[in-house]
């Protein structure tokens, strides 16, 4: 079994407010195929909940 976690930085735009970054979602998708392990997904949240988080801290 294999444990992945793929940072929200990776999977959106930070630069932009909560803009997922696609194409590097199916690329890592496309590569996540491939694989023929039990898997585990976790993800960050990237431009989608760290703006948020910071508006009530």
């Known amino acids: 079994m294999i444990v992945l976690k793929i940072g929200g930085s990776v999977i959106t735009e930070k630069s932009s407010f909560e803009k997922a970054n696609i194409g590097e979602m199916r690329r890592i998708?496309?590569?996540?195929?491939?694989?023929?392990?039990?898997?585990?997904?976790?993800?960050g949240v990237g431009s989608f909940g760290h703006p948020h988080a910071r508006s009530i801290l």
């Open 29 to 43: 998708a496309k590569e996540l195929s491939k694989k023929r392990d039990r898997l585990i997904l976790v993800h």
